[in-house]
Structure formats: C-alpha cells, structure tokens
C-alpha cells in the first residue's frame, strides 16, 4: 500500500497570500495518478486536480498542481477567504487507492 | 447535471449487516467506474471499494476485504455497497464516488453520503 503524507498539518496564512501544501508518497507514483481534494465542513469532497497538474472543470486558476515520483505540491496562488480549509491528495495508481490525512488551511 | 444520492445509512448493531444504494444520474452510468469512500467523525478519507466500469472488476480495502460487496444495476443506473460482520471502526459517512472521464480512479463527482454508525 501506497502511504501518503501530507505537511504540514495545519497551516496559517492571511488572505492575499500564497499557500503550498505537500503531498510525499512512500514509493513513486506516476504524475498522472495523483489527485488533489477540497472539503469544507459538512460537504462532500470536490476535486481539484487530477494528473498531478490538470485543474478539474471550474476549479479556479489560483490552484495549481505540481511534481513526480514521491513528491507532490498543491499551490493556492492567492488566497481567497472560502480556500480556508482541509484538503487531500489522493494516489490511484494502484489498486489500493489511497489518501493522504490531509492539510487544514486556517485564516492567520 | 451528474447528481449520485446514496440511501441505506442508519444505526446497527456489531456484527449486523446493512445495505447502501446510491442512485446516479447525469451521466452514461454503465461505462463508468464506480467507488465507495467512506469518513470516520472527525478522520479524513478512506477508499472503501471500487468497481470498473467496463469489465466489473472489483477492488477492495485490505479492511473491508472479505466482509464488503460492491455491485451494480445498470438497469437501475444503481451503485451498491453490501456491508457485513460491520464493527465499530466501520462507523462512518460513505459516500459514493464517480471515477473521472478518463476512466482513471479519481473522484470527478460525489454524493452528498450516508451515515452509518455500528453500536450496540
């Protein structure tokens, strides 16, 4: 099994700012299998990313994806008051699909 | 307008059984893969089961393995999660998850999920 994990585990910014969360692998991962998700409380998850780098339909130009192999990288250029909140990488380049125990975004 | 509804959550004892459904819409449900992913309170995500969409193939987790089925209607464009021996650790949200167009197992849409909580 694929174990994912992500830091830090909280992180505290202010509006305006940029956010970078990662997403390390404990065996490569091919680019095209790692997907990243946004879940506010109360809220299914929604996906954001997925091949590492493409953004999903709607998801606005502020988030981008990036890396290979173990390392991962969800980059929130600025902030925005509703990006405060958990989100997770995912693998599913294996059978067993799992997910990283995800980043919380809180306001500084 | 994809839309998944699952239905079937409630309270169980230890060891019971329960049956979840999760009726889809929106889409060409028989050609896609199809998954359950399920949330202790408080926890983050856990993969359950998914199911391929184009030869049924069956996959499951190393913790559900043996105790959980996943099936489908295509008739009924219905996702189906048959769960037994449940304990108290499978006390969860599960929702059901749509793999994306590309047929790779990411989650392009989700349910809204059902509550099942295993107690005595």
Known sequence: ?108 | EVQLLESGGGLVQPGGSLRLSCAASGFMFSTYGMNWVRQAPGKGLEWVSGLSGSDDITYYADSVKGRFTISRDNSKNTLYLQMNSLRAEDTAVYYCAKTGVDGLFYFDYWGQGTLVTVSS
């Open chain 1, 1 to 108: 099994e694929i174990v994912l994990t992500q830091s830090p585990g909280t992180l505290s910014l202010s509006p305006g700012e940029r956010a970078t969360l990662s997403c390390r692998a404990s065996q490569s991962v091919s680019s095209i299998y790692l997907a990243w998700y946004q879940q506010k409380p109360g809220q299914a998850p929604r996906l954001l990313i997925y091949g590492a780098s493409n953004r999903a339909t709607g998801i606005p130009d502020r988030f981008s994806g990036s890396g290979s192999g173990t390392d991962f990288t969800l980059t929130i250029s600025r902030l925005e008051p509703e990006d405060f909140t958990v989100y997770y990488c995912q693998q599913y380049g294996s059978s067993t699909l799992t997910f990283g125990q995800g980043t919380r975004l809180e306001i500084k």
